[in-house]
């Protein structure tokens, strides 16, 4: 059965900062990788996505992810934080069926 | 880009009664939605996955006489809470594909906070 880890409820960074939120997943075959942020009160909205190709993948609000194979992460880093950044944050695995699975996610706080 | 509209936002209602709630794709066709339970500051609960025409796929543990789908149309599918308690509240969110290629991304709805008093 395919998984997805977000192993940190919580992270907290200084505005200005680097910021990672991390995801690991397990899913048979090659895996297809979102990261999607939720504002309060709203619906999900898209950020980035893996499917092939380069490792590093860049997306919306200037967000990227890495993906590594060896180690089955997909860990969402942004170089300077902004504290409008501060939402709650999916990672998420599609399956060859091409059914979702969402982390349980992982709240970011970006302080002034 | 896809549009997934949600409505109402925000439904406040006696226990009893039934809620109906609608998730429409305005640019796209969705042969698939899916209907999501979230509580405060958790993850998404997958409740159904709705497919246009067919009979929604429930999830183990939803009561599929409790959350009714129907997906009658490649641009509507609804959600309705039958005889609603407190239990019930909470925020119900959909989503949707707009084709059947498994990289594409979910488009969502901004949800429903459902309250039952």
């Known amino acids: 059965a395919q998984s997805v880890a977000q192993p940190e409820d919580q992270v907290n960074v200084a505005e200005g900062n680097p910021l990672t939120v991390k995801c690991t997943y397990s899913v048979s075959g090659n895996p297809y990788l979102f990261w999607y942020v939720q504002y309060p009160n709203r619906g999900l909205q898209f950020l980035l996505k893996y499917i092939t190709g380069d490792n590093l993948v860049k997306g919306s609000y200037g967000f990227e992810a890495e993906f590594n194979k060896s180690q089955t992460s997909f860990h969402l880093k942004k170089p300077s934080a902004l504290v409008s950044d501060s939402a709650l944050y999916f990672c998420?695995?599609?399956?060859?069926?091409?059914?979702?699975?969402f982390g349980d996610g992982t709240t970011l706080t970006v302080k002034p | 880009g896809a549009v997934v509209s949600q409505h109402p936002s925000w439904v406040i209602c006696k226990s009893g009664t039934s809620v109906k709630i609608e998730c429409r794709s305005l640019?796209?066709?969705?042969?698939?939605m899916f209907w999501y339970r979230q509580f405060p500051k958790q993850s998404l609960m997958l409740m159904a996955t709705s497919n246009e025409g067919s009979k929604a796929t429930y999830e183990q543990g939803v009561e599929k006489d409790k959350f009714l789908i129907n997906h009658a149309s490649l641009t509507l599918s609804t959600l309705t809470v039958t005889s609603a308690h407190p239990e019930d509240s909470s925020f119900y969110i959909c989503?949707?594909?707009?084709?059947?290629?498994?990289?594409?991304?979910?488009?969502f709805g901004d949800g429903t906070r459902l309250s039952i008093l």
């Open positions: 998420a695995v599609i399956s060859n069926a091409g059914k979702s699975t």
């Open positions: 640019d796209f066709q969705a042969t698939t």
């Open positions: 989503s949707a594909r707009d084709s059947g290629v498994r990289n594409q991304p979910q488009h």
